[in-house]
């Protein structure tokens, strides 16, 4: 290669502007129907989604909210084979354990629902918030509260298979996650309108509850929904689905510690079998890529030893 040819290729080497200037100008233009898609996917995905989490919140409490989230892997991966994005293979083991851990997340979902077992205090406590735990001592509002949290999952789960989609026909994310968390907020906005019209619950202090809606519109809606679509585009929607385990977590950790928050037996046992069945799902997928690469790689080298040896017969070598 020659120097002139070197300067060229230097010369024509994308910079970090020019790759940001090419996927803004290379932007699909918004048609109706992907204005119509963002808008249901918005109002399911989103606005409907968090409304009724925070509603089963006031019915529930904290660590069985963030204990349920565990079933949206095993409620996505079982959207993803419906729409054919995810594949079982019932006689291998990879498949079997992926069938056997979404029967742990519906075992640990009933377990949360229908049992609550004794309760465990904390033995230590920052501070406590008044009536935190009013709603959570009634059977019917517990198993409406896991109703309603199951709900909002269940629409979770499906936006993040659809989102794969929608990312394909429009893939500018950036864009797509203002766009997305734009409509969200007139949703939400006309919602809170016809439900609520007391103008004193509008009200924001100075205190707690600014900072949560500061940090829900600026971190979760904002930050974490655009780096839940860059993971959805490189690693599939199951994958996104996996991280929610942590979660679990922190919030028991955070309200037992900070509120304290009663955790019942039953919520700690739920949990176990819904982490160990999200972990089987991401076993066995985590295998079946692996077997399929190795099956991939396999063909293509016999295809390419084929190939050579018609090459070199063709030419008399053989």
Known sequence: MTA???HGIEHTRPTKGDAHDMTRKNAPPLSFITLCKIFLFSLFGITLSLNMYGIGLNYATPTL??????????ITFF?????????????????????????????GALTLAFYKGP??????????????????????????????LLTSNTLYALSLVLQVRLIKTYPAKLLLTNLLCFTSAIQSFAIAIAVERDSKEWKLDWNVKLLAVAYAGFVVMGAAYYLQTWIIEKKGSVFMAMSSPLGLMITMFCSSFFLGDIT???SILGGILLVGGLYSVLWGKSKEQTLNNENNMKSAVESSLSELNKSMAAEGVL
């Open 4 to 6: 002139d040819e070197i």
């Open 65 to 74: 909210a963030a204990a349920g989230s565990n079933c949206v892997p095993a």
């Open 79 to 107: 959207f993803a084979l419906l729409l054919r994005e995810e594949t079982v293979k019932i006689g291998t083991i990879p498949g079997i354990v992926k069938v056997a851990g979404i029967v742990a997340c519906m075992g």
């Open 119 to 148: 309760h465990l205090r904390p033995l230590f406590h920052l501070f406590k918030i008044k009536g935190h735990q009013a709603h959570g001592s009634n059977g019917k509002t517990w198993i409406k509260g896991c109703f309603l």
């Open 264 to 266: 019942y037996l039953g």
